[in-house]
């Protein structure tokens, strides 16, 4: 298979799951613990008319073109959430897919012309990560909350994968990269390879989940909640240490700009609430696509200063 076709079938599947994400996260009430088969169960219906919509209804961003938007029983509009949702997710999930096909480890494996397992189990972990970040950053935005169900379902996933890319590590067998998968330049080798590959990744939770929680002991949870402290320590468990402290500052800088923005234009006081879990996934986003890009632009200048 090409890499091309991949992706586009990585991006068929990105709008379906983006469609599954919306059924999801427009569901979730806060204030009941509904289960998830029963959350997730059901024909879908209009929201406004209560009519089943049939398959051809349903087409994932298709649907709502050819609909221009509208309900095709009762004409009222359907909400942005569907669509918008839907492409994100199918460019999220084609772009980490390229993304670590063009990983230094797995290009040089792939030249080989044989493709080990893991370089598809790494594939779809990362798809899995992505789809987990983007519902709980939508249900973040809706309800100012982190499910922790989402969370440790995640946490669980990332140990079993953290432990079999240990495994993988400590045998030259499948040609995995000994210090770990490094979206970061091949600078940042030598830091990972001073652990070996579950250490990192603990490491890295330990990092981002402790930084995180010192902000919540010291604001006394005003500045940062519990959530997101969880949710620092998936991303360290995702990301490893390197990746998940480049995703960290990422999540910082990128939040510090929005909440100048939404003060100076007056949409949000100092004492409002602005969710933090967005900002963390988009963090771990920009360490995925940018932090190669980021780590050897910073070092040529401090190279240039010194």
């Avoid at 100012?144 to 953290?162: E, H, N, W």
């Avoid at 990744?201 to 930084?211: C, N, S």
């Amino acid at each position: 298979m090409s890499q091309s076709l991949l992706i586009a079938i990585v991006f068929l599947l990105g709008l379906g799951v983006g469609s599954f994400i919306n059924v999801i996260t427009i569901r979730f009430q806060p204030d009941k613990n509904i289960p998830f088969t029963q959350l997730v169960g059901g024909r879908s219906r209009c929201n406004f008319c209560g009519h089943q919509l049939k398959w051809y209804d349903l087409i994932p961003l298709f649907s709502f073109i050819f609909l221009k938007g509208k309900c095709r029983y009762c004409g009222k509009k359907i909400s942005w959430q569907y669509p918008i949702v839907e492409l994100l997710t199918a460019l999220i999930f084609s772009g980490v897919t390229y993304r670590l096909l063009r990983l230094d480890a797995i290009r040089l494996v792939i030249a080989t012309g044989s493709i080990p397992f893991w370089v598809w189990f790494a594939i779809l972990l990362f798809l899995f990560y992505s789809a987990i970040l983007i519902i709980l950053s939508i249900i973040d935005i809706k309800h100012y909350l982190l499910p922790d169900k989402y969370i440790y379902s995640a946490m669980g996933v990332a140990v079993i994968a953290d432990v079999i890319f240990y495994g993988l590590s400590k045998t030259k067998k499948f040609n995995f990269p000994s210090c770990g998968l490094n979206f970061l330049s091949s600078y940042m080798d030598y830091f990972n390879c001073q652990f070996n590959v579950l250490i990192s990744y603990l490491l890295g939770a330990v990092a981002v989940g402790g930084f995180l929680f010192i902000i919540y002991l010291l604001t006394k949870g005003r500045g940062m909640g519990l959530g997101d402290v969880k949710l620092g320590l998936l991303i360290g468990l995702m990301l490893g240490l390197t990746n998940g402290l480049l995703a960290l500052i990422a999540a910082f800088i990128i939040g510090s700009f929005v909440g100048i923005i939404l003060l100076a234009s007056k949409k949000k006081a100092l004492k409002d609430w602005v969710p933090f879990g967005p900002f963390l996934a988009l963090g771990v986003f920009v360490a995925i696509f940018w932090g190669s890009f980021l780590v050897e632009s910073y070092l040529s200048i401090f190279n240039y200063l010194i």
